[in-house]
C-alpha cells in the first residue's frame, strides 16, 4: 500500500482552536496520508494509546513508502508489530515513566525545552504569536503547552485538512504549512526523537520515536524540493 493510502487510526482531541481562514483547497490523497500520520503522532506523544488504538494499529495494512526509502516502511512495521503484543497497563506505565515522572520526567518533548534550554521560553512566545497571526488559539482545559510536539503535530493536521463543522476550519496552502514546520517542528525534532528512543525504559515509544522522525524526515525533504522546484526557472 502506498503512503497515500495510510489507513486511518483516530485523531486526538485538536490543542489548538483556528480560526476559520477561507482557504479553499482538495484535499488529495497524500494529504490525507499526511493528516493521519500527524494525528496518529500528535495522539501517541501527547498519551499512551488505549486499548482501541493499539487493537487499530496492530491490525492496520502495511505502508509502501515511494522514493526508495524504505525507513518509514520499516518504521511503520514495527510499530504494528509491537502494538500487537503490547499490554495497554505496560505502555501506559511506559509513557508516564517517560513524560510524566514526578520531578522532573526523562524526557519534556517541547520547543522552549530544545531550542532555548528551559521550558515556556522565548520559542513558546514565538509560537503563540505565530499562532494569533493564524488565528490558531490554545484549547482552554488542554493541559500541554503548544510547544508540545505532539501539539505540534496535531496543529500540522488542522493546517492539512482543516476541521470540519462546527469549527469549519479551512485548509492551508503548503506555503503556510512549510513555513509553520520550519519554524516551531524542523529545528528540533530529531533531537527530541532520538531522547525518547534513547531513554532508559523506552520500549513501546522507542518505536514511535523511530516512525516519527522516519515520517518527519520524509516531510521536511519533500519540502525543501518543492521549494527548489517552485524557485526553479521554467
Request: hydrophobic share 50%; glycine share 6%.
Amino acid at each position: 500500500m502506498s503512503l497515500s493510502e495510510a489507513p486511518q487510526v483516530g485523531h486526538p482531541s485538536a490543542p489548538a482552536a483556528p480560526a476559520a481562514v477561507p482557504v479553499a483547497l482538495a484535499l488529495s490523497g497524500e494529504d490525507q496520508a499526511r493528516a493521519d500520520l500527524y494525528a496518529l503522532l500528535a495522539r501517541l506523544l501527547l498519551a499512551a494509546p488505549d486499548t482501541q488504538l493499539l487493537y487499530a494499529l496492530a491490525h492496520a495494512d502495511p505502508i509502501a513508502a515511494e522514493g526508495g526509502d524504505p525507513a518509514l516502511e520499516q518504521a511503520w512495521e514495527a510499530l504494528t508489530l509491537a502494538s500487537s503484543v503490547m499490554d495497554p497497563a505496560a505502555v501506559a506505565e511506559e509513557f508516564d515513566q517517560l513524560f510524566i515522572s514526578v520531578g522532573t520526567p526523562p524526557v519534556n518533548p517541547y520547543g522552549s525545552r530544545y531550542l532555548a534550554g528551559y521550558m515556556n521560553d522565548a520559542p513558546l512566545a514565538g509560537l503563540r504569536a505565530d499562532l494569533a497571526r493564524c488565528g490558531l488559539q490554545r484549547v482552554r482545559g488542554v493541559g500541554e503547552f503548544e510547544d508540545h510536539l505532539g501539539a505540534l503535530c496535531e496543529i500540522m493536521r488542522v493546517l492539512i485538512a482543516g476541521a470540519p463543522a462546527p469549527l469549519a476550519i479551512a485548509r492551508q496552502p503548503l506555503a503556510r504549512q512549510q513555513a509553520f514546520f520550519d519554524a516551531h517542528i524542523a529545528p528540533w525534532y530529531a533531537r527530541c526523537l532520538a531522547d525518547i528512543a534513547a531513554a532508559e525504559g523506552a520500549n513501546y515509544y522507542r518505536l514511535v520515536a523511530r516512525l516519527a522522525g522516519a515520517f518527519l524526515d520524509i516531510e521536511a525533504e519533500a519540502f525543501v524540493v518543492g521549494e527548489a522546484l517552485a524557485e526553479s526557472p521554467v
